[in-house]
């Protein structure tokens, strides 16, 4: 896998400890999809901070010359996704972080650490 994909993980993560992101999982589901390597998958405690987390992510990596392929649901902020191509960012409430339940959905994929990246 590509530093520069790691690289791109770690940024993102960082954005989001920044955001005061909760939970911030790091799948790799590159061994089970061809999807994308990583799904970031964080919460975020009311609209206004799911918002703010992915203005971050998307402002620190825009820094590092990494730009969204497509952002959907940034209006309702119930849960933003944020396609990168080799890394998804999955943003949640915490309703809907529990209803759609991705790290059970992706029980098979490997939870990273950033400290890993």
């Known amino acids: 896998m590509a530093d520069s994909v790691k690289e791109m ?4 993560c960082k954005a989001l400890e920044d955001k005061k992101a909760e939970d911030i999982k790091t799948l790799n589901i590159s061994k089970i999809s ?3 390597d990583y799904f970031i998958i964080a ?8 918002q703010a987390m992915a203005d971050n992510v998307e402002e620190v990596l ?3 010359g990494y730009h969204p392929r497509q952002i959907e649901g940034y209006q309702n902020a119930n849960w933003i996704l944020m396609d990168y191509g080799d890394i998804v960012v999955h943003l949640f409430d915490k309703e809907n972080r529990l209803f759609f339940d991705l790290e059970k959905v992706w029980a098979d994929a490997s ?7």
């Open 111 to 117: 939870v990273v650490k950033t400290e890993e990246l």
């Open 62 to 64: 825009g820094k590092a």
């Open 34 to 36: 061809v999807l994308a």
């Open 9 to 12: 993980a770690k940024l993102a």
């Open 43 to 50: 919460g975020g405690t009311n609209r206004n901070q799911v």
